[in-house]
Nanobody, 123 residues
Framework: QAQLVESGGGSVQAGGSLRLTCAAPGFTYSVYCMGWFRQAPGKEREGVAGIGSDGSYSYADSVKGRFTISRDNAKNTLYLQMNSLKPDDTAMYYC?????????????????WGQGTQVTVSS
């Protein structure tokens, strides 16, 4: 059973940066679609950024130009660099992996999930 472990969350002021990391030893990222999702209290889970199995990138409109997703297949690690953070970015952030056919920002098409890491942005 593949396991995903997120880290890197924390509390920052608006305008600050964080880098989230998703590690999965023994998990071959290169054959999966990988994504970052977030869920704020009382809101639905939403796609933030994804990398398709073909290497294509997808971003939610709300984070374009501020967030960058990347992966290191040799290290089985996925990253999310978040810059110019806003209070609206406050949420629990999750890493997920799905088959090559999934749509990168559609959360319910993914199979494997991490436990999440909290990001809090204060104004």
């Amino acid at each position: 059973q593949a396991q995903l472990v997120e880290s890197g969350g924390g509390s920052v002021q608006a305008g600050g940066s964080l880098r989230l990391t998703c590690a999965a030893p023994g998990f071959t990222y290169s054959v999966y679609c990988m994504g970052w999702f977030r869920q704020a209290p009382g809101k639905e889970r939403e796609g933030v950024a994804g990398i398709g199995s073909d290497g294509s990138y997808s971003y939610a409109d709300s984070v374009k130009g501020r967030f960058t997703i990347s992966r290191d297949n040799a290290k089985n690690t996925l990253y999310l660099q978040m810059n110019s953070l806003k209070p609206d970015d406050t949420a629990m952030y999750y890493c997920a992996a799905g088959g090559a056919w999934v749509r990168p920002l559609i959360w319910n098409e993914y199979t494997y999930w991490g436990q999440g890491t909290q990001v809090t942005v204060s104004s």
